[in-house]
C-alpha cells in the first residue's frame, strides 16, 4: 500500500522537477537569446550605418534604363533636396500673434520701453505679411538733465519716438534647428521684414517711417515660441536741437523680445 | 492488479525518459547559450547607457571647437554715446576649452572724435551770445580691452532656401576689462550675448552686443566754453557710465592643436 501511494508521489515530484527545472532553464535561455537579438540587431544597425557611407557609390549621370539592381549607381542625385526636412512649426496658412516688449537701443538722451503687439499671416512658409503697433514710455537720461541743468540745452526739443503704427512684408528664408547643450533640440526661423509706418514722436508730430527688421522664432510647441526681433525705423523729423529747427534723419534700433502663438492648429503629415 | 502495477511501472519509464530527455534538452541549450560572449569593444554602447537618460542631440558635429584658437575682427558702434564718435575697430580672440566653454580677449580701438550731437552744441542753441559747449575737448574713451568667459549654449544648423546648410552658434558672454577715458584708465564690468554663422569650419560671421558698466568722466560735471584743448579725465566729476556696444565682424577658426 505504502508504495502504491510512494509511487505517484515521486512520479509527481519528477515532473514536477523537470518542469521546474526546464521553466527555468528555458526562460533563462529565452532571457539570452532576447540579449543576443538584442546585440545581434545593434550590430546589425550599426552595421546598416556603416555600409552606405563606406561603400556609398558616387553618383552619375543617369545613362539609360535600369536593368540590375546595380545599375542605381547610374542615378543622378536629385536636385532638390531638403537640407533639413521636417519642419517643426508649419505656418503656411496660419496667422501669428506676437506680444512682447521693446526698447530702443541707440537714444542716448532718453530710455525708452514699451509694448509690442503684431499680427502676421503667412501666405506660404516663407513669405507673409505682419501688421505692428508699439507704444513707448520714454524717460530722460542722466546725460539729458545735465544737459538742460547744467549747460541750458533745451532738451525737449529732441525728438524720440512715442510710438510706431506700420505693415511689413516678411521673408522667411531661414530655417534651422538647434541644440541646448548638446541636450534638447529647438527649431527656429530667422526672418527678414521691410514695411513702412507712422512714428508718432514727442514733438507731437507723425512722421513717415521706413522699417527694416530681422529676427529669429524659436519654437517652443506646434503653437508658441520665443521671438526675438531687430528693427531699425528711419524717419525725418523736425528738431531745434542744433537751433536750426530743420529736419533730421532719425535712425532708431530697437530690440523686441516675446512669445507668439500661431493659429489655427496645423495640418500634419 | 498486476496489469495495474504493469501499467504503472511503464507509465513512469515514460515520464523519467520524457523528464531525462527534457532535462538534456534543457541543460544542451542553455549550455549553448552560455557560450555565446561578446567582447566588450565589440558591443554597442546603447546596451549599457540607457538612451533617454544621456540624450546627445548633436551626434556629429561639423564645426567643431574643442581646443581651437579663434581670431577676428570687427567694427564697433558705441549705441548710446552721446557726445564721442560712435565707431570702432576691434579684434577678438577665443580659446574653446570645450564645446560650450571658452575665454574670448576683446580689445576695442575708438576713432575718437565728435559725435553729431556735439557738433550741434557749438555754440549752445538759444544762447546769447553765443557759448560753444566744446564737448570736444572733454575725454572720450581710446580704447577697451576685455576678458570674457564665452559660454555656448545653443549649437545647431540652418538651411539658406534649402540650397546650403551652415551652423551656427549662440552664446553669452561675461567678463571684466579696462576701458581708457582721455588719459585715465578705468575698469569696466561687461556682460553680452552673440551669435555666429559658420560658413565652414573655419569662416565665420560673429555679432556681438555687449553691454558695459563703467565709472568715468562726466563731461558736463565741468564747463568747457573757455577751454582750448582737451582736459584731463581728472579734471571732471566722475559718475556711473553705462553703454552698449554692437560689433560685426568675421573670425578664422585655426585647427586643433
New interface residues.
Partial sequence: MSKQFL?PI??AT??A??AV??IS??S??AR??EG?D??ES??S??ESKATPSEEAPQPTKQTGELRDVSDLAQLSPMS?????QKRFLPKTGRFEAFGALSSV?????FMNFGANLRMAYYFQERYGIELVGMILTTAE???TS??HD?????TT?LVTPKSYYGADFKWT??????????????P?D?YFSLGGGITNTNQSSSEPTLHVGTGQTFALSKSTAFRWDFTWNAYQSKS????SAGSSVYNN?FITLGMSYFFPEATYR | MAKVVHFRVALLKIICLLAVINGAVAWSLRARAEVIQFPQEELASESVLPVFDQPEAVKNRSVRTKNRIELGLSGGYSLTEAFSNPLSLGLNGTYHFTEEHGLNLYYDYFFGGQSDYSRQLNPIPNTSPAINANLQYAPSPRFLALANYQFTGYYGKFSLSKETVMNLGLYGLGGLGMIQIGDATKPVASFGLGQKFYFDSHFALRFDLRFLAYRGPDPLSRPLDKKVSEQSASYFDEKTVFESLLTFGAVYLFPSF
Fill in positions: 509511487l515521486s512520479v519528477t515532473v522537477l523537470s527545472f526546464s532553464t528555458i533563462s535561455l539570452a537569446e543576443i538584442e546585440i545593434m550590430l544597425k550599426e532638390d533636396i531638403a537640407v533639413i537701443l541707440n537714444d542716448a538722451f537720461r542722466q546725460v545735465d544737459l547744467k549747460r541750458g540745452v533745451v526739443s528664408p531661414v530655417y534651422g534647428k538647434m541644440a541646448w547643450r548638446n541636450k534638447t533640440i529647438t527656429f530667422l531745434s536741437a542744433g537751433g534700433l
